[in-house]
């Protein structure tokens, strides 16, 4: 639960970022009661692999997405409790539209969502 409303909250998600294939690209953003953050700004980060070789690369390095969010389209966000999540997208500028996205590795890896109230 958000604590205060003249706050602001500070985001991360760490997971293991995996890709099937070569030239793949993935869109992982945050979402605050299904909207994205708007002030300061939208928390996205695109993560495009590419290989020499087309086919499996089965390879899948650790990696961040964080932010800061006070507000989404809807308005400032409150002191009442909130759900946070993940999306990620099949596709962005500059990848190929493939399926195999993911996070964590094989069951092996915990992914997790940090979040932090800070005063703004």
Do not use: M
Not at 12 to 32: A, K, L, N, P, R
Not at 68 to 75: E, L, V
């Amino acid at each position: 639960d958000k604590q205060r409303n003249n706050t602001i909250l500070k985001v991360e998600f760490h997971s293991q970022f995996g890709q099937s294939y070569s030239d793949e690209c993935s869109e992982y953003s945050f979402q605050f009661d299904g909207q994205e953050c708007s002030q300061p700004a939208p928390i996205v980060t695109s993560i495009l692999r590419h290989t020499s070789n087309s086919g499996y690369y089965g390879v899948a390095p650790p990696g961040e997405v964080s932010g800061f969010c006070n507000a989404t389209s809807r308005g400032p966000l409150q002191s009442e409790p909130l759900s946070i999540s993940v999306h990620i997208r099949n596709t962005c500028p500059g990848g190929s539209a493939h399926t195999g996205k993911g996070n964590g590795w094989n069951g092996k890896v915990t992914s997790y969502i940090l979040v932090e109230e800070y005063c703004s």
